[in-house]
């Protein structure tokens, strides 16, 4: 069956910190793989999406990075982070052509 | 470009009310329409979908109906339990399209 793990659950760091979100897809091949961010009180923005290895499109010029060094590994970086860069945040993938999505648990990163 | 707009909340309801969450959208072309649901502290889970005008995806006693004619894909549920408690996401994406535009989220309370 296809799922996708994503870690940590939660996360607490000081500003100025590295940051590296891990998200994995299991059961499946050459998927489009997405990192997706839910401010507080806000709606979800997309942040980047893969259709390949190391293929990497960003959609908001931000603090943050994404590499896929892997089919089935997306990670989202940071070399030091912001108070702004706060939120919950979500990692999804889909098979190319289709049109439905699955996303995993999410990771609560607080910046403090 | 695509975009979703939907009902701003916070939503409190009472158990066994009726809960409507207007979604309208703009898209080129035959997006496919969906709903997703957030439960406290967790991910997004699909809720229903829609791939062409009239479709009407259901789960969970939730409706949606793919209105072409007036760009809307309406959320709606006839009884609400305290367990709908959630925020709700209108969504599409176009068959070309690598992205999923959300809405800005509903946040629903039903109360007991």
């Known amino acids: 069956s296809q799922t996708i793990h994503q870690w940590p659950a939660t996360l607490v760091q000081p500003v100025g910190s590295p940051l590296s979100l891990e998200c994995t897809v299991e059961g499946t091949s050459n998927p489009n793989l997405y ?18 290895i190391g293929q990497i499109s960003s959609e908001v010029p931000q603090n943050l990075s994404a590499s896929r060094p892997q089919d089935r590994q997306f990670i989202l970086s940071s070399k030091k982070l912001l108070l702004s860069d706060s939120g919950f945040y979500l990692c999804a993938w889909r098979i190319q052509g289709a049109r439905g999505y699955t996303f995993g648990s999410g990771t609560r990163l607080t910046v403090v | 470009g695509n975009s979703v ?14 809960l409507t969450i207007n979604c ?15 439960y406290p502290g967790e991910g997004l889970q699909l809720l229903l979908k829609a791939t062409k005008a009239d479709d009407k995806g259901s789960n969970k006693g939730f409706e949606a109906t793919y209105r072409k004619e007036t760009t809307s894909f309406h959320l709606e549920k006839g009884s609400v339990q305290v367990s709908d408690s959630a925020v709700y996401f ?10 999923l535009s959300f809405g800005a989220g509903t946040t629903v309370t039903v109360r007991a």
């Open chain 1, 35 to 52: 990192w997706y961010r839910q401010a507080a009180g806000r709606g979800l923005q997309l942040l980047f999406y893969s259709v390949g």
């Open chain 2, 24 to 38: 309208t959208y703009t898209a080129t072309g035959y997006p496919s329409l969906f709903w997703y649901v957030q």
């Open chain 2, 5 to 18: 707009t939907q009902m701003e909340g916070p939503v409190t309801l009472s158990e066994e009310a009726f």
């Open chain 2, 90 to 99: 209108c969504a599409l994406t176009n068959d070309n399209d690598y992205k």
